[in-house]
């Protein structure tokens, strides 16, 4: 190669990588996705994710690739940006662990909300075909303490929506304290959808302080059911400040990108693993 044509082809070379980084975040890791995306061939996709798995930039998973997370809180508005289509296949399988009575708490958090979007949706859909038929669309009291989760229900056809008290994380958005403490002591749950920051299926849910894990401690101890939602990237943090011990046989709710070795795991930890299927692409407009 002319030594003069060198610099330019590093420098292309980098800027595919870094465009390449972006689309891992988020949330494309398809091979023949990246190639459409990046307009280059699978071979050359395969080689980068080769040497962006050698540089560890990048965790290598069947037929695509994911960038491993080191802990780091994210606002809420950023973490809502990432990975949408995963927490939208998530949402979509944990809408058929809701309950037909009782309440139900779902935490906040972006995937959380995801969820709260498709019970609204859903929501909306019962109560259109409620009117056509000349019946009423089906209640039930849903409980948050994340302020995009409530406001994703609010208004929603047949949800009572109940926000709990305290101060608000600047990051999360989610309530913690003696008034989310006090409410809780008055409420129990059929099922309690629980976000995290971290999940490993033997430690349970990591979370940046005490006062998180606290939290979804006394929501689990009040609830006949606890699922946890969150995508693959939450599995692969190990460095969580603070963990929440669940109780035995609560469900994991994934994506299709969760490891390998993930039943086994659960199966020693006496965890329920659920994977949602993943779901056609939104057609981008043109």
């Known amino acids: 190669m002319d030594p003069v ?37 699978p071979s050359t996709v395969r080689r980068d994710l080769g040497r962006l798995t050698r540089d560890r930039k990048v965790a290598r998973t069947y037929g ?20 949408r289509q995963a927490k939208a296949e998530i949402a979509a399988t944990a809408r058929s662990l809701v309950p037909r009575t009782g309440a139900v708490f ?10 709260a ?29 994340g302020l995009e989760t409530a406001s994703a229900l609010t208004g929603a056809p047949g949800y009572d929506v109940l926000l709990l008290g305290g101060r608000i994380l600047p990051l ?23 976000g995290a920051d971290a999940v490993d299926p033997e430690r349970g849910v990591g979370e940046p302080t005490l006062e998180e894990t606290a ?49 086994s795991r659960c199966a020693l930890a006496g965890v329920t693993p659920l994977r949602a299927p993943r779901l056609p692409e939104p057609r981008q407009r043109a």
């Open 5 to 41: 044509a060198r610099p330019a082809v590093r420098r292309g070379t980098r800027a595919r990588h870094e465009a390449l980084l972006k689309l891992l975040r988020g949330g494309t890791t398809r091979v023949e996705e990246l190639a459409d995306a990046l307009g280059v061939s």
């Open 64 to 83: 695509g690739a994911l960038v491993p997370e080191a802990f780091h809180e994210r606002p809420v508005s950023e973490s809502a940006l990432l990975r």
């Open 106 to 115: 779902v935490d906040a958090g972006s995937t959380c909300t995801a969820l």
């Open 117 to 145: 979007r498709h019970l609204a949706a859903t929501g909306a859909a019962g109560a259109a075909a409620g009117e056509a038929s000349g019946g009423a669309p089906r209640g039930g009291l849903v409980v948050t303490r």
């Open 172 to 194: 999360s958005h989610g309530l913690i304290g003696p008034l989310t403490d006090l409410a809780l002591e008055r409420l129990s749950f059929e099922v309690a959808f629980l």
């Open 215 to 263: 939290v979804k401690e006394r929501v689990a101890a009040r609830s006949r059911r606890v699922v946890v939602l969150a995508d693959a990237t939450k599995l692969r943090i190990h460095d969580a400040p603070a963990w929440t011990r669940l109780p035995p046989g609560w469900t994991l709710v994934t994506d299709a990108d969760a490891p390998a070795d993930l039943e």
